[in-house]
């Protein structure tokens, strides 16, 4: 038996002050989001599932 856990995916950018290390999340424009503020993205649970299967 496996588990696996995919809630969401998080897009980051590297922070406009330029410091290691410093980032900021990106919500694409046309993106869907549920209550709780998570991206849904289907295609990252297959994602998931196709490499850990490779």
């Not at 856990?5 to 046309?30: A, C, H, L, M, W």
């Not at 998570?38 to 990252?44: I, L, Q, T």
């Amino acid at each position: 038996f496996l588990g696996v856990n995919y809630y969401y995916r998080t897009i980051i950018r590297q922070s406009p002050d330029g410091k290691f290390g410093s980032y900021e999340t990106v919500k694409p424009e046309g993106s869907e989001y549920t209550e709780m503020g998570w991206g849904v993205y289907p295609k990252g649970l297959y994602n998931l599932l196709t490499r850990f299967h490779k």
